[in-house]
């Protein structure tokens, strides 16, 4: 059920430092479908990471928000805050929006556990 579709944008621009090797903010962006919606992810350090508003607004618009908050607090996942290049990568690819000042990045395993446990919950009427 998760469809990839990489090298949308490549590298993302890196800091450099003195010695001209990419810094902390060396990361990829691109799409993966998941469960038939088009999420935006950043590949950081081998971890493909997803917007938590992005998966909250468009993979679980039909599921309470605190269901899901309680889900996670089961599943013991934990989000993390992205910096601002993340951010504004994130914006860039509208994963989130232009004028959010924050965002939490969940991690493809922890979504995909997500997904998998929210399976069996009733949307909200």
């Given amino acids: ?5 990489e090298g949308t944008f490549g ?12 810094g902390p ?3 990829r962006a691109g799409y993966q479908e998941i469960e038939g919606i088009n999420l935006g992810y950043l ?7 997803f917007a938590l508003a992005q998966v909250l607004s468009d993979l679980f618009k039909d599921i309470p ?3 899901i908050s309680k889900k996670m607090e089961t599943l ?3 989000s993390r805050r992205c ?3 993340e951010l504004r990568t994130l914006k860039a690819i509208h994963s ?3 004028r959010a000042v924050k965002c939490s990045l969940i991690s493809k395993a922890d979504l995909e556990a997500l997904c998998s446990s929210c399976k069996s919950l009733e949307p909200r009427r």
């Fill in 11 to 22: 590298i993302v621009p890196a800091t450099m430092d003195y010695n001209g090797e990419a």
């Fill in 83 to 85: 910096d601002l290049q």
């Fill in 43 to 49: 590949q950081i350090n081998g971890t493909r990471m």
């Fill in 96 to 98: 989130v929006p232009t």
């Fill in 1 to 5: 059920m998760f469809l990839t579709c």
């Fill in 25 to 27: 903010g060396d990361f």
């Fill in 65 to 67: 928000r605190t269901t």
């Fill in 76 to 78: 013991k996942i934990k």
